[in-house]
């Protein structure tokens, strides 16, 4: 049906993702999992989740989307990714996202949910908080949260855009 709708509207369809890095202006992307590996398949849409590192200068951020360890996709990406200086916490700090071991290979200094801290599972909060010592910040709380990296590698928390 989405495909339909974006076909009646002539909104060009991207189906494949580079798996590269490449430069966006002063940036470095890189897609992870843009294609859902054997393994996985069949264990739901999570398991399909593309994430995304980003590095300007020195400093970079992972946003994992709905990869979780429950997906199997923690394990297998982990080593690619390596440490990152913020999370964007997988599938909204809920079941399954955040593992230890995926934790100690990204080893972050800040953790941002999109999502009320609240409703932020208790092992995900442990293990970021207690166990490897990872502040977290929420999107949806005290007027959400915004981390930018500037331009002289500082790593800056909002709850406004600069």
Do not use: C
Request: hydrophobic fraction near 40%; charged fraction near 25%.
């Amino acid at each position: 049906e989405i495909i339909n709708d974006l076909n009646e509207r002539n909104v060009e369809i991207i189906s494949s993702l580079p798996t590269d890095p490449f430069l966006f202006g002063d940036f470095k992307l890189q897609f992870f999992n843009t294609e859902t590996p054997r393994s996985l398949e069949g264990r739901g849409e999570n398991a399909s989740s593309v994430g995304v590192k980003i590095t300007k200068g020195s400093k970079s951020a992972f946003l994992a989307a709905d990869i979780t360890k429950s997906s199997g996709l923690e394990d297998l990406l982990g080593d690619k990714i390596g440490h990152v200086d913020i999370l964007k916490i997988g599938h909204h700090g809920y079941y399954g996202s955040s593992s230890k071991s995926f934790i100690k290979k990204l080893s972050p200094e800040i953790a941002v949910v999109t999502n009320q801290l609240g409703k932020v599972y208790p092992n995900v909060k442990w293990t970021l908080t207690m166990d490897a010592r990872v502040p977290i910040f929420a999107t949806y709380d005290n007027d959400g949260i915004i981390a930018s990296i500037t331009d002289d590698d500082e790593i800056i928390l909002s709850n406004f855009i600069m």
